[in-house]
Structure formats: C-alpha cells, structure tokens
C-alpha cells in the first residue's frame, strides 16, 4: 500500500481523497461530479454530513466527504468519521450464514427450530420457517419484536427481542409474501449466536469483521466514542433535533458502525467474488446464490438471500439500503461493471439522498469510462415567491385533497400519502426534500389542477368539513415517545397513521379501535393497530404487534417542566431580564406609533394570556392585559376582522407588543430544545417591534375560541403552521385564520400557527416599554 501513489486530492468543505494505481482522468472527472452533487445535497436540504465512496476489485478508488461530522458544527467529517449502516447490516449477518452453510453447521430450507427451539410464534397458518424465508423476508413474520424493537431504548439483548416474537402471530403464511422484517433478522442472528456459541457480535467479527479488516467496524457505539458523525432526526412538520445514541435489542438488523473505508472493503469482497486478502470471505457460488432471485416478485423489492437484486441501465445491481436514527446509508454493487459505490447521510430517513447519490456515482463513473457524456444530476429550485403564492390551495377529486402552501418562505405538498417541498425542474415539477423524492408531480400552467401519481385534483374552495366520528376523534392524537411518535389524524374523513417520522399511511378499520395497515405499500403491511381504553372509556394507548405506544400530550409535557422552573426562580428571572439592556441597533426605517389594538376596533376580543396564569410560563408577566401594535398593523387587523365577522367569527387576541425584557424572559426560561418557540433577545423579536401578533378565531354566536390542531403557545409540532395531524375540521379552521389575516398583509410564522408578522416587521424599532409606560403610567 505505501508503494501506491496519491493520484489527486480535491479539497472540498471537507478534503476528499483517492487511491489508485495509476492516474485515471475519467475517475477525476467523475468525482468532481460527485462532490459537487453531494456539496448541493450538504447546502440545498441542510445534512450535516455526507460521505461517498467508489470502490472497484483494487480497493476503494476514491472516497469524499463534505460537512461536519460533530454538533457544533467544528470538525470536518473525514475518510475517519463513523456511521450507522442500519439494514445493511443485514447483508453482514446474511454472509455470516452463508459462511456457516459452506461449514456445514446451516442449513438453508430446514425448519429454524432446528437450531433454536426456543423459536415459536403463533402461526395459524401452517408451515415451518426457514433460514432462506428469514433471509428474504418471505417468513411471514411482523416487523419489529415487542422487546428489543427499534422503539425500545432499553433492550436487554437480542436473545430476550427473539424470545418475545412468541407473543406474535404470523400475517402471512411461511414463504407466501415478501413482507419486510427487522424480526426475522434478529432471528437469523441469534441462530448464528446459538450455532457459534458465542455472542452475536463476537461470531460477527469472527465470521465476516475481522477477516475482512474491518477494524473500525462493530455493532455498538462505545469503542467509536468521538468518532460517530453527529446526526439529526427530522420531520415535514417538526424542527430539527440531534438523533438519539439508540442501540437496538436486534443488533443482527441494523447495528452496524462503520466507514467509508470498511464498508468499502466488503464491496470490494463482493467484487471479487469472495476473494479477500487472508483467502475467502465466501465462496462464489455462494454469492451467487445470494445474489439470485429466490421467490417472484412481490413488492417493490426483489431479494436474493439479503441482497436487493435490482437492474440499472440493463445491468446487474445488488445491495441494500439502511436507516437509523439519524443515519442513511445506500450500498451498490454492479458485479458485471466491477464498481460498487457506499453513500452515508446524516438526517433521519434520507435515503431518496443516498439513492440518489449512489445511483449518480455508479451511472457517471460508467458513462465517463465509456467515453459517453455524463448524466446531469437533478437539482430542483425551491418554488418561492410570486410563483409559490399562485400555485398555492386546495385541490380535490371528490373523494380526497391535495393542499398546497407557503411555508417558512417555500412551496410545499400536503396529499394523501406525500408530503414535502416542491421543486421546480426543467421538465416541471417533483416533491424533493431531505426525506422524500417524488417525481410523479404536474400542475397546470394556470394552477388549476394538481396531478399526483398520476390522480388529477381540482383546485376548489376547501368547504367546511364536518366533525369526524366518536370512535375517531378519540383515536386522535400522539403517542409513543419523544424520540419516536405516532401520531393518528383524519385526512378527508379518513383515519391516517403518521410514524417512524415519515410515513403516512392511511388506516381501514376492521373492528371498533382495530385499524389495518394498507397490504401493498408502507412499512407494516398486513399489520393492525388496536387502541386500549381505561375504565371510562379514555384512550391511554397504541398497540402495533405487541409494541405499546402509550397515548401523549407533548406540550403539557414540556409546559410543566417550564412552570416547575420559572415559578422555582421568577424573581431572579424578572430581574435579570429587567436589569438587562435590549440590542443596539442602527436607526429604525420607520418611528414606532404603537396603538391599542380595541381602539382600532373595539369588537376585536382581548384574552392576554400573559396577564394571567394561563401561558407556558404560569405566572403573570404583564401588569395588565393590553394590546397594541404598530398603527398600519392594528389597521389591517381591523380590516381581517370584519372580513371574518362576515362568516360568523371575530378574532381573539392573545399577545401583540411585547416588552423587550419579556422576550428575555422566556428565551431564559425555555428548555434549549423548545427555543423554536421563543424569540432569541439578542436579535430582538417581532412582536417587540410591535409589528407580530397571536391571535385566534372565536364564534360569533356562542363565543367559544376555535379548536385547531394545538394550543397556544404550546411547546409541540402540533403548533406548526404545516402540521400533518388533528381533525379535517381543526385544519380548516386553522386555514381561514390564515388565508383572512394574510390576505391584509401578515405572514404566519412558520412554527407558530397563531404567530403573524406584518408586512416588513424589520422597519420598527424593538420596543422595552411597558404597557403602563405606553399610556403614562409608571410601572409598579
């Protein structure tokens, strides 16, 4: 190795190097291409680390990487920064089976009580499952263990996740469907352990890790301690937070750490057909056999033993895909082409991300080698604007919708099943975000009607919608934990699951509180979800196959963490906030001319929450529950209210100026998790310039304040203006608020549902008065 000569470095956000024998300039100019797509990935969708590399039969040929490998943002992710692989995980515990095959301790279509005994779901269905129908996910089996599950943060161990799959029962009849199984894995695993008779991981090691040379490789986190790349979970309508450090109870499915550099050296086996240095990994008929078709298709996917068996350009392609907590991972190998290619992001679920990179890798490198023109790699703009505005609304066929809107400043989709931003290509329009890719999207050039997946909507004034049925309106709602949530919502009066942070999917029901997943799409096809009520009738959980999702209300949460500390030192609060001294700043474009709000009209109805104890904080913050706001802007207000007393609702205002030393305040008050929610003092916030109020809708004709997806100021994603959650009826409501006050010059802010900002807010200078000082009066 020392003898073989740098041929290139390129010097990136991060540097990227290459190794090979000799110059290659078609290899160069493949990498620039790739580092730049991977550079537009870093900056377009905010990933905080991406790596690539190009392995061939000699090695890994050249590897990048762009971004920051820790949170705050210093170190620059290298060829040394570690990942989470997730399911391709699996292809290693798969190899190990092969290697037990060639050693005569396995066999492939042999019952796998054979070797684990202890192996007994229900299964009413008849038939014994094997190691072959394990490993192509044909075993009829759920997809995740009661215990041990990729919910569960405090798993004993993979034996215990495998034993608890006795409290399951078969969906399918053994080798019937393909049906995607974390499980089944976990099963496979500990049939590796039992065989060994060693630890799971140690046997790992000692079948596949080691012999390979995969020294920065392992199936826990301690012994990469420093070197993990700092990752990110993420959600159409949620903020950004770091991944948690969650190891699973099914290490066999999806624990894997490792490199660029390692993860090369087994495409480079593969390559190889087995060969490595120290002899074999595996033979190749074996590889052979693992890379063929071993049932017809059924779904998306087609499985060898492990390995995704695919076709790209008419060319072999077989690998697997990963995602964990923060991680995505792609693994390609095109035997015949002798190239492979490994692609690493680091925000949850962003494999379109690595797909899509990893299929750019492969097809440009072979198009460069063949002296043909290399593939463009698609780059999408965000729709903004103008153009953002006109194709935003409601769209219909009669039995569903399609909404589209403005949020934080872009065009994004709201369908049945699908949602994300819009990008506008040269050839129209597709949904592309860090976590979804999908290019079956036309609207017409009038805005007219919306197709997607081929289904035409009308744009329509969305009506009223009525109010959802008993037994589904007290489905609604969260559960789970923090680190996963899932969430159950109508959509067009239908009942719809949201979980593992992107995927919609819509719900039938089969029995009172019994729903089923969809049977052809999803990740938990076949499965059913039943709801537990306690003894007057209140739901208190979700249960999927075992798992208990314990029903949640998030922001109350967090609201009384709050309280237990501001009431715990709001005198130190109060005067930390007072003492200190709000921004400098240049002079304002405009002189502040607050006036109260019920002067402008006095039919607008005041509910000052933070004159009272009903607010995050639990404690009054203001002398006197008043309301004001930049003349223009209690103007405008004036005019959304009349507008909205015309369809028989007035608004409610819970907060316009706020003092400076308010905003201190809470920014010091609220957990750094939650600070989405609060103004930043050193930057000074919109409603201290007077120019940003929070407000609701109420009836005109019984006075109660509008119901929609959250409270307000509640410290949750449900108080996101693009939440993806509640009742047709609250996101109804929560539309005509918006659509009213926007049409006389606010903006909604984006993580507020109840927050709008009036035309330039930035023109006003940030106000420290009290209300009381507003109108002469000392402050007590």
């Known amino acids: 190795m020392m003898k073989r000569l740098l041929a290139w470095i390129i010097v ?73 692989a997730g399911s391709v995980s699996k292809l290693f515990t798969d190899v190990a089976v092969m290697k037990l095959v060639e050693q005569g301790k396995l066999k492939l279509d042999v019952p796998v009580r054979t070797y684990l005994p202890t192996f007994q779901p229900k299964n009413p269905f008849g038939g014994e499952i094997t190691l072959r129908q394990l490993m192509t996910h044909r075993s009829g089996l759920v997809r995740e263990s009661p215990r041990g599950n990729y919910f569960d943060i405090t798993p004993k161990d993979q034996a215990d996740s495998v034993l608890s799959i006795n409290e399951t029962t078969l969906v399918a009849a053994p080798g019937s ?51 993990i790349a700092h990752s990110e979970m993420a959600a159409f309508d949620g903020p950004r937070v770091a991944a948690p450090p969650i190891e699973l109870g099914m290490p066999a499915a999806g624990s894997l750490y490792t490199t660029t550099g390692d993860l090369g050296r087994f495409a480079q086996a593969l390559l190889n057909k087995g060969e490595i240095p120290s002899g074999r990994m595996l033979k190749a008929a074996s590889l052979d056999e693992m890379w063929r078709r071993q049932y017809p298709a059924s779904g998306a996917r087609i499985f060898g033993l492990g390995f995704v068996v695919a076709d790209m350009d008419g060319k072999r392609v077989v690998g697997h895909g990963g995602a964990i907590y923060g991680h995505s991972t792609q693994l390609l190998v095109m035997p015949e082409a002798g190239l492979g290619v490994v692609a690493f992001t680091t925000v949850d679920a962003s494999n379109p991300i690595t797909n899509k990179l990893a299929d750019y890798a492969l097809r440009t490198v072979l198009a460069l080698k063949t002296g043909t023109e290399a593939p463009s790699y698609a780059k999408g703009e965000l729709v903004t604007g103008a153009e953002a505005k006109r194709l935003s609304g409601w769209f219909t066929n009669g039995k569903q919708s399609v909404s589209t809107r403005i949020y934080a400043g872009h065009l994004v989709i709201d369908a049945p099943e699908l949602v994300g931003d819009v990008r506008r290509t040269p050839t129209g329009f597709m949904v592309e975000d860090a976590q979804t890719r999908f290019d079956k999207l036309a609207i017409a050039d009038d805005a007219s009607w919306i197709e997607v997946g081929g289904v035409r909507y009308a744009r329509d004034e969305m009506p009223e919608p009525p109010l959802p049925n008993a037994e589904l309106a007290a489905l609604i709602g969260d559960y789970g934990w923090a680190h996963n949530v ?44 039943t709801f537990e009520r306690d003894a007057a009738g209140a739901v208190t959980a979700a249960n999927l196959g075992g798992i208990r999702f314990p029903r949640r209300d998030f922001g109350a949460e967090v609201e009384a963490k709050v309280r237990a500390g501001v009431q715990a030192n709001f005198a130190g609060l109060r005067a930390a906030a007072l003492a200190a001294t709000p921004p400098s700043e240049p002079p304002s474009a405009k002189p502040s001319d607050l006036y109260a709000i019920t002067k402008a009209d006095p ?25 004001f706001l930049q003349r223009p802007a209690a103007e405008a207000l004036s005019r959304v209210n009349q507008a909205l007393r015309k369809r028989g609702y007035g608004l409610l205002i819970h907060d316009a100026y706020r003092p400076w030393y308010v905003t201190k305040m809470f920014w010091d008050a609220s957990p750094v998790s939650s600070r989405m929610f609060v103004a930043d003092p050193s930057q000074g916030s919109r409603h201290n310039r007077g120019a940003a109020v929070d407000l609701t809708m109420f009836e005109l004709a019984t006075g109660k304040p509008m119901e929609t997806t959250g409270r307000y100021d509640e410290f949750s994603t449900r108080s996101y203006s693009n939440f993806v959650g509640g009742t047709d009826h609250q996101r109804w409501l929560r539309e005509v608020l918006r659509s009213a006050i926007e049409a006389e010059g606010f903006d909604v802010y984006p993580e507020e549902w109840w927050h709008f900002d009036y035309g330039n807010w930035r023109d006003y200078p940030i106000g420290n008065k009290t209300f009381e000082e507003l109108e002469g009066r000392k402050r007590r």
């Open 12 to 84: 990136l956000v991060a540097p990227a190097a290459a190794l090979a024998q000799a110059p290659d300039p078609a290899l160069d100019r493949a990498a620039a291409l790739i580092a730049d797509a991977a550079q537009w990935e870093v900056r377009e969708k905010q990933i905080p680390s991406i790596a690539v590399a190009i392995i061939g039969p000699e090695g890994v040929r050249w590897s990048g990487a762009w971004g920051k490998a820790d949170a705050a943002g210093k170190v620059p992710a290298s060829a040394d920064t570690v990942y989470r």
């Open 177 to 227: 469907i393909t049906k995607y199984s974390n499980a089944g894995i976990a099963v496979v695993g500990e049939v590796i352990a039992r065989v060994t008779g060693m630890p799971f991981e140690k046997a790992l090691h000692a079948l596949v890790l080691d012999p390979l040379g995969m020294t920065s490789s392992g199936l826990t986190a301690a012994p990469f301690a420093g070197r």
């Open 486 to 529: 899932l969430r159950i919502y109508e959509r067009d009066g239908r009942p719809f699951v949201w979980i593992e942070w992107t995927e919609h999917t819509e719900l039938t029901r089969t029995a009172a509180d019994h729903y089923a997943f969809p049977t052809d799409r999803g990740l938990y096809p076949f499965e059913t979800l």
């Open 603 to 627: 039919t607008i109805r005041l509910d000052i929450r933070y004159a009272g104890t009903n607010n995050f904080m639990g404690i009054p913050v203001y002398e006197s529950a008043r309301a």
